[in-house]
């Protein structure tokens, strides 16, 4: 299948192409061979892009909310038009299976439709005052905004944050992944044949680290909002001090899922594994961890490794794959490494362990009994790897699930509802899914608390990160 786009930079309202641009070689995970070359944005491209998202700003703030939501909705509307043909880009950019890319596309088209909606919502408050006075709050657009998303989602992490920010009357300028530009330029299309407004929305690829201080160090961007790993959202917080922007950060789990006794082990196995290799293990919101109550333990990795063996790991193109290579060439590499860190410590290979063969795939992998010292149960592996050790009781669970500086989502399985309200209480997470993997939606918040960084996307709380507050006191 042709990997059929043109890969662009957009700025000012138009599309640029290499000439005489640097270029990244896109490159297909599931064979390892280059597929297309986009374009970097050099510094004055930066430049044009902070003018234009500037003289925009103020005409897109002051366009009436009636047009901005039409706007919105009909980008959504694009999305879902061309979810297939977006869907094939992704895949071969990415490596996920068709139907996963294309259940992405309809989940960034969702973004728009809710945040089209939202905005028409964003009342604001009135206090209470003697008669003839009058306090208001208003929720206004915070500025410019850049954002930097990753490629594991890299069209629905994209439209999580455009989406919100154009809705609260931002003007934007989006750094995507340099590995998948066909995807969320087809985004950048959706919203140009949607009739944004010129500048309202830029599309740069880029050296990430220039781009990003280079836009983050302007005075002309107020807001960034970054999607990514621990240490670099660490130092873009940091550049952020400098040019008092402010900021959110959705950075890595490391997801903890605790397995009562009391579960139905069938139906839980049933919904845990397939959610461990989705994405081949790629999600911030992963099941990793897995702390299985000590009576069930040897079940669980019996049915976890019978499960595991029938996964069918290839082309994400193929109809019969269910689980594709892994993104890049990093990523193999950095995987085997916290395996056979793992296994010299004592954890046994349950399923799979070793990588794949060609382009850039490991096998989906369940390792028992991993001693707490292992690297892997200490750092995220972003990949697909399931590591289990055993709990006594509730206490013990809990110390587990949260001993980590991180805290992103965490899971739990079990029948009694009361231990499900306390688990909901004790665990240090922004997101848990009890019974239910179901955590991020576009009406829901979606963010960390500790090192998993801070924050909201999606739900109303994501319109807000993108709105600065104004009380208006009339005597
Ligand atoms: P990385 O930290 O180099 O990059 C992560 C993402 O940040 C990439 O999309 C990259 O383009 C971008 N990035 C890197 N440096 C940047 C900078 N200075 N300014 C702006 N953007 C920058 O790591 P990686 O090798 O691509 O992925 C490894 C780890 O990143 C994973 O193990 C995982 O923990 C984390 N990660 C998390 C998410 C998430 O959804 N939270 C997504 C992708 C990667």
Redesign the pocket.
């Known amino acids: 299948m042709t990997y059929d786009t043109e890969l662009k930079l957009f700025i000012d309202g138009s599309w640029r192409s290499g000439e005489g641009r640097d270029a990244f070689t896109v490159v297909n995970p599931a064979t390892g061979g280059g597929i297309g070359e986009v374009p970097l944005a050099s510094t004055a491209d930066l430049d044009e892009a902070l003018a234009a998202a500037q003289r925009a700003y103020p005409l897109w703030r002051a366009t009436d909310v009636e047009k901005r939501s039409a706007i919105l909705r009909k980008a959504g509307a694009l999305l879902r038009e061309r979810a297939d043909a977006i869907a094939r880009l992704l895949t071969q950019e990415q490596g996920k299976p068709l139907a996963e890319a294309r259940g992405e596309v309809i989940g960034a088209a969702s973004m728009f439709d809710w945040y089209a909606e939202e905005i028409k919502r964003d009342y604001g408050r009135t206090l209470v005052r003697p008669a003839g006075q009058r306090a208001i709050v208003l929720r206004e657009p915070v500025g410019v905004v850049a954002t930097?998303t990753?490629?594991?989602f890299p069209i629905y992490l994209l439209a999580k944050k455009v989406a919100a920010a154009l809705a609260a009357g931002c003007a934007v300028i989006s750094?995507p992944?340099?590995e998948t530009p066909g995807c969320t330029g087809a985004l950048a299309r959706a919203l140009d044949d949607a009739g944004l407004p010129k500048g309202v929305f830029q599309l740069v690829h880029g050296v990430?680290?220039q781009?990003?201080r280079h836009l983050i160090g302007s005075r002309i961007v107020r807001k960034f909002s970054?999607?990514?790993?621990v240490?670099?959202g660490k130092?873009?917080m940091k550049l952020a001090a400098d040019s008092m922007t402010r900021v959110t950060l959705?950075?890595?789990g490391h997801a903890p899922v605790l397995i009562f006794d009391d579960c139905d082990l069938d139906k839980t196995l049933d919904m845990v594994v397939p959610q461990k290799f989705r994405n081949a293990g790629q999600v911030?919101v992963s099941p990793t961890r897995f702390y299985v109550q000590e009576s069930i333990y040897d079940a669980f990795i019996t049915g976890f490794a019978a499960r595991t063996a029938k996964v069918v790991t290839g082309d994400g193109l193929a109809d019969t794959t269910s689980m594709g290579p892994l993104a890049n060439a990093?990523r193999p590499a950095a995987i085997s490494a916290l395996v056979d860190d793992a296994k010299a410590k004592g954890a046994r290979v349950m399923a799979g362990g070793e990588r794949g063969e060609g382009g850039f795939f490991f096998q989906p992998t369940l390792l028992a009994d991993v001693p707490l010292d292992a690297d892997i149960m200490n750092n995220?592996p972003?990949g697909p790897v399931a590591v289990t050790a055993r709990f006594k009781d509730f206490d013990d669970a809990i110390a587990q699930a949260n001993r980590l500086p991180f805290g992103l989502a965490a899971f739990a399985f079990t029948e009694n509802g009361r231990r499900a309200n306390l688990l909901g209480d004790a665990i240090e997470a922004g997101m848990i899914g009890i019974n239910s993997f179901g955590v991020s939606s576009a009406d829901s918040p979606f963010g960390g608390v500790k090192d998993s960084g801070f924050g909201s996307e999606g739900g109303k709380e994501g319109l807000e990160t993108y709105q600065v507050v104004k009380a208006i006191h009339q005597a």
């Open positions: 930097f990753p490629w594991n750094k992944p340099e990430p680290d781009v990003s970054f999607t990514g790993s240490p670099v130092a873009l959705e950075l890595g911030c990093r995220e972003f």
